[in-house]
């Protein structure tokens, strides 16, 4: 199965009204591609890249944007969903809302926590309105992915424990607690504070829609300890002095995979998942000098990762499949090109691609654990 994800401008670029038909055909012929190859589609309708000319009337914070997005997928529903058995609304909606509204590391570049609090619910209404259409016009599933980061308290103390349970809450609860349970965590409203305004029972009809599948995003688990000086969250990730770290700082350690996932199957009644990313970003040349590039740092990471997904689905985790990210070295976000994820090394000079040794493993794993 290949993963990827539209460019909502290039099919709308006003991102709403008029379509334009050959982004459309653009589509059409990767799609086409794909299945003439034996390759599943799996389409992820938003990742990250709102339309400029809905930035301009106001992106997420707007209380039409779910409505856009949902106008949107009608759009796509219609010209691809013939074809497509796998969908998904939003990729990460918390890194929309963190990152772009709350920090301002990514687009549209906001610091500002009341516009935080409202981009949270507007973005959970726009998954459900998109989920409801699809489930009246679409015949296959259609889910929602979320990063999760498994928080583990740095020591024992008091002060270590409860802020390590409110983290938790910020990112691992406050979409999935809406969308499965129908309730926000309360440490996630005490965290807003007056900028958090209780969904109406309208937009509650939006925000509790569960998704056929859940995808989860995962890199690695966050050590957590107290820090008063903080002036956010009044908390900061510790390094592990035992443990690998990958080039985003990011700690090594699988387990939490494992962990993470029979946490979510306890905790929201055993939801089909897929594991729509999980890989490690290495130091690789920006050349590669041979047919093969090695790179036995990420083959050790996605053999452990795999080995707890395994546990995982002996425990009882309904796993539906699994995705390496990525398969190309990609532009990474913030951090431009300088973080190569790829199993597939891409020299940005020549755009020639070589293939790693992390290839040749996923390729064998994936011969060997085929089944029919």
């Not at 709102?50 to 997928?73: K, M, N, T």
Request: proline share 6%.
């Amino acid at each position: 199965s290949y993963r990827f994800s539209l460019a909502w401008s290039r099919i709308l670029p006003y991102g709403t009204g008029s379509v334009n038909e050959k982004g459309l055909d653009f589509y059409r012929r990767l799609i086409d591609g794909l299945l003439e190859r034996g390759l599943i589609p799996n389409i992820t309708l938003y990742h990250w890249d709102l339309p400029q000319a809905l930035d301009e009337r106001g992106g997420w914070v707007h209380s039409d944007s779910a409505d856009w997005f949902a106008d949107y997928a009608g759009v796509v529903f219609k010209a691809l969903g013939d074809r497509v058995p796998l969908w998904t609304t939003l990729n990460e909606p918390w890194v929309t809302a963190h990152e772009g509204y709350l920090l301002g590391n990514h687009a549209p570049g906001h610091r500002n926590k009341y516009e935080t609090a409202k981009v949270v619910q507007n973005l959970l209404r726009a998954s459900g309105k998109a989920i409801q259409l699809y489930k009246t016009i679409g015949r296959q599933q259609i889910g929602l992915v979320v990063n999760l980061e498994p928080k583990t308290s740095a020591s024992s103390s008091k002060a270590d424990v409860e802020i390590t349970a409110q983290m938790d809450a910020y990112m691992n609860r406050q979409y999935l607690d809406p969308v499965y349970l129908g309730t926000f965590p309360e440490a996630v409203k005490a965290f807003y504070g007056v900028a958090w305004k209780e969904p109406t029972t309208e937009d509650w009809a939006w925000i509790h829609t569960q998704p056929d599948f859940l995808g989860i995003n995962f890199y690695a688990r966050g050590l957590t300890a107290a820090n008063p000086s903080e002036p956010l969250f009044g908390a900061q990730k510790v390094l592990h002095p035992r443990h690998a770290y990958t080039e985003m700082g990011w700690e090594v350690y699988a387990p939490a995979l494992r962990e993470l996932l029979v946490w979510v199957s306890e905790r929201y009644s055993q939801p089909p998942i897929w594991i729509t990313e999980n890989g490690a970003a290495y130091y690789d040349p920006p050349v590669a000098y041979a047919d093969v590039m090695e790179d036995p740092l990420r083959v050790a990471y996605f053999a452990q990762h795999l080995k707890a997904l395994q546990e995982a689905i002996r425990a009882g985790v309904d796993v539906r499949g699994y995705y390496a990210w990525s398969l190309l070295d990609n532009f990474e976000w913030g951090y431009g090109y300088s973080k190569r994820f790829g199993i597939v090394h891409v020299d940005f000079e020549t755009q020639t691609r070589t293939p790693k040794s992390s290839a040749r493993f996923l390729q064998d794993y994936i011969i060997r654990h085929t089944i029919g």
